[in-house]
């Protein structure tokens, strides 16, 4: 599968949202009160190598276990399902440790933006879209989390507590919708394989 701008923005959307760095803000805020020195590009490096060994790497290591992609992307659906609903109310069901004082690896590079959640994401939407589309959506990411970390505390002047809220509640939103799409679409894909009969 070649370049495609539709899946690439779909692909971008879908990692922005579940990375939700604007979201981080807070947290992010909160680790350079307590004096943690946080070095924005290495963020961004660390976090990149580790979703592209993920990435191409993750596929292999699920065939150790006998796991094929349709359903580890039905997995993940589940994930970005309990990630959306993190952020429409507000809970937190993924524990982090946003204490330690290595703040540009752990927890920044890891797990804030290359997490649990993240990760699963990334290999489950490799069975919607082409890698090339995948890798750029990546680095753009990679470019708006590079940003937001430079710009924390000028981004939630503008924003303010009430404008983050808002816009991570609406990328909730956007995610819920993704992650019964991903569910649908493999599902139906995980069926046609067990009873070919039925979708002729």
């Known amino acids: 599968m070649a370049f495609n701008f539709l899946e690439l923005f779909s692909a971008f959307m879908v990692l922005f949202a579940v990375i939700d760095i604007v979201g981080s803000i807070p947290i992010i805020l909160d680790l350079k009160a307590k004096g943690n020195v946080i070095e924005s590009g290495k963020v961004c490096i660390i976090s990149f190598a580790i979703f592209i060994v ?4 993750g596929e292999r290591f699920l065939n150790i276990f006998g796991v094929d992609i349709t359903s580890f992307a039905i997995a993940g659906s589940f994930v970005l399902f309990i990630l959306a609903m993190e952020m429409i ?8 440790n946003p204490n330690t004082k290595n ?4 927890p920044l590079a890891f797990p804030l933006v290359a997490g649990a959640g993240s990760l699963t994401t990334l290999l489950s939407i490799t069975a919607e879209y082409a890698m090339i589309n995948i890798v750029i959506a990546l680095i753009l990411n990679m470019v708006v989390v590079y940003i937001v ?10 924003l303010g507590i009430t404008g983050i809220m808002i816009l991570r509640k609406m990328f ?24 070919p009969g039925l979708f002729r």
């Open 54 to 57: 993920f990435l191409l790497l």
């Open 89 to 96: 109310l507000g809970i937190e069901i993924f524990k982090g």
């Open 103 to 106: 703040s540009t690896v752990v």
């Open 149 to 158: 970390l430079k710009l924390t505390r000028r981004i939630e002047r503008i």
């Open 172 to 195: 909730g939103i956007i995610l819920l919708a993704i992650a019964i799409k991903l569910f649908m679409s493999n599902i139906a894909i995980g069926l046609a394989d067990l009873f």
